[in-house]
């Protein structure tokens, strides 16, 4: 029969490797990527110097309220994250753990991200001038409009950016801020027709948008739930599907009179 000492020789002998095994899973990179709450830009305003939105060809009216984009920050293709990460954003409201390959193409390098998110901006804001323009009634050929906002890539701006165009040209068609002097954001993307679709990510979005004053948030109606499931305190959230339907929640906000829709 073994002695004491050598069966707790023998339980550390074999204890060891498996110590060894769990240490290296629990800081061995992992396929994921861990976002948060990123920053938010005012459409109406300016961004790093410079205005986000300017218009030539047609009168601009001065606003007051503000129209926020929102964003989200993940960790970068090339982070390591591991297990202790994941776990730690599983059981945080404010980070979610997202398969690294639905925020990063797989297999593009750094560059090509930033490419692919470059290209995807400035398709959504030539979508954005065109439905604006074309809610209003506006010929392109006249009116022009640049859209200009640093660091930031990707299509979910697109309806934040169409309604401050809408708002800069027209406000709320009587003389009025689309905005009511609120600060309102939201998320979306939008094509040239005036369809809002859903983009992700909304959770930590919304905590964004209330932690930079924002009272009510316009979300994709598609991702309610989401958008619902941590949502801070005093942030109304608005569901839309269309332009026309975001321009109208709004006014019926301004006003005071209409039905607002809600998730």
């Known amino acids: 029969m073994l002695s004491r000492l050598t069966r707790l020789q023998a339980v550390v002998v074999c204890a060891t490797p498996v110590v060894a095994l ?47 984009m929102t964003t989200i920050e993940a960790t970068g293709p090339d982070a390591r994250v591991s297990l202790g990460d994941v776990i730690d954003g599983w059981f945080r409201t404010d980070r979610a753990v997202m398969p690294r390959d639905s ?98 990510g909304v959770a930590l979005k919304t905590q964004a948008a209330r932690r930079d004053g924002a009272t009510v948030f316009l979300v994709p109606k598609a991702e309610c739930a989401d958008a619902k499931a941590e949502l801070p305190k005093g942030l109304r959230l608005v569901p839309v599907t269309t332009l026309k339907g975001a321009v109208s929640s709004l006014v019926a906000l301004e006003k005071g009179k209409g039905s607002v829709p809600s998730c």
């Open 22 to 68: 769990l240490a290296a899973a629990v800081f061995a990179p992992l396929p994921f990527s861990v976002a948060q709450p990123g920053m938010t830009a005012n459409v109406l305003g300016r961004n790093k110097g410079a205005a986000v939105i300017t218009v030539s060809g047609a009168p601009v009216r001065r606003t007051s309220g503000q129209l926020r």
């Open 103 to 200: 925020v990063y193409p797989s297999g593009n390098s750094v560059k090509e991200i930033e490419k692919h998110n470059a290209e995807q901006m400035r398709q959504s804001q030539d979508a954005a001038t065109a439905a604006a323009l074309k809610y209003l009634g506006l010929s392109p050929a006249k009116v022009k409009v640049s859209l200009r906002l640093a660091d930031v890539g990707g299509p979910s701006a697109g309806l934040l950016f169409t309604l401050g165009i809408i708002d800069k040209l027209d406000g709320d068609g009587s003389g009025g801020d689309l905005t009511g002097g609120r600060t309102v954001a939201g998320t979306g993307t939008i094509d040239a027709a005036g369809k809002v679709g859903a983009v992700g």
